[in-house]
């Protein structure tokens, strides 16, 4: 059975910085391109960044680069976000998930309030 649990969200200043964690188990992690998704309050989801497999390419939405970084440890079945420079837009409850999703095993997500 697939799980994604995401963790290290919170309450961060505008300009701070986060690093949200996503342990995953129930499939071979390392054969998946891995993917962040974040939900603002009353907005669809949306996708973050995506991360590959073997040659770990990235790819951002347009906001998110160079403020968002997103790596993977496949010892660990773990992929990471680091978040900078942030903004109360930045609002959100992340999630992740692989490429293609796994589309009934969302996590409960992970929540980033960003305010003053």
């Known amino acids: 059975q697939v799980q994604l649990v995401e963790s290290g969200g919170g309450l961060v200043q505008p300009g701070g910085s986060l690093r949200l964690s996503c342990a995953t188990s129930g499939f071979t992690f390392s054969n998946y391109a891995m993917s962040w998704y974040r939900q603002p309050p009353e907005k669809r989801r949306e996708l973050v960044a995506t991360i590959t497999t073997t040659d770990r390419s990235t790819i951002y939405a347009d906001s998110m680069k160079g403020r968002f970084t997103i790596s993977r440890d496949n010892a660990k079945n773990t992929v990471y976000l680091q978040m900078g420079s942030l903004k109360p837009e930045d609002t959100a409850v992340y999630y992740c998930?692989?490429?293609?999703?796994?589309?009934?095993?969302w996590g409960q997500g992970t929540q980033v309030t960003v305010s003053s």
């Open positions: 998930n692989a490429v293609p999703v796994f589309i009934h095993s």
